[in-house]
């Protein structure tokens, strides 16, 4: 089928407060939370000038080593995701 298209992509991230990255007391580094993002995206192809898309956006917590609290979070989510979205985009060509 020429019409549709499926991707799906993995992104992790490193969530800390806002100038933490100069810091280095253990303190401040257990505000740091690792996830992990997944993102699964049908595309549809409809006509020349538009495609649709469906995704979904799956978010996972990661073990941290250094915070026994994000580790016990972690352990707590029992692999599941904590946060579960759904977008539906349209792109539309633009004529120039």
Known sequence: DDTHFD?????????SPLGQQASSSISQRRATILKEVETTSLYTFVDSDNITCRQRSATFLL??????????MWQATGG??????????????RKT
């Open 63 to 72: 073990p941290s080593q250094q915070d026994p609290m994000a580790l016990r």
């Open 7 to 15: 991707c799906a992509e993995v992104v992790r991230e490193i969530v």
């Open 80 to 93: 599941r995701p904590v946060d579960v979205r759904f977008y539906d985009v349209q792109y539309t060509q």
